[in-house]
């Protein structure tokens, strides 16, 4: 299915992304978590023994 260029912008679907459509009664709903296909494409990407908390730290300071 092709998903129109404006609504895929607004919702930030990206080429590889899955979206769920639904019908209420005579509208359909279309629903992206394109926060979810990030954590995919980088899930496992942290190769190292120091916990992410601790590596966000370092790299960023402590939070006030």
């Keep these: 299915m092709k998903v129109l ?3 895929r912008n607004k ?3 990206v080429p590889g992304s899955e979206v769920e ?3 209420k ?3 359909y709903l279309l629903v992206a ?3 979810e296909e ?3 494409k980088w899930r496992g990407k942290f190769k190292s023994n120091q916990k992410t908390d ?3 730290t370092d790299i960023r ?3 006030n």
Excluded: Q
């Design 5 to 7: 260029i404006e609504v």
């Design 11 to 13: 919702l930030g679907i």
């Design 21 to 23: 459509i639904t019908r």
């Design 25 to 27: 009664g005579s509208r």
């Design 33 to 35: 978590n394109p926060i």
């Design 38 to 40: 990030l954590r995919k």
């Design 54 to 56: 601790d590596y966000i």
């Design 61 to 63: 300071g402590e939070a």
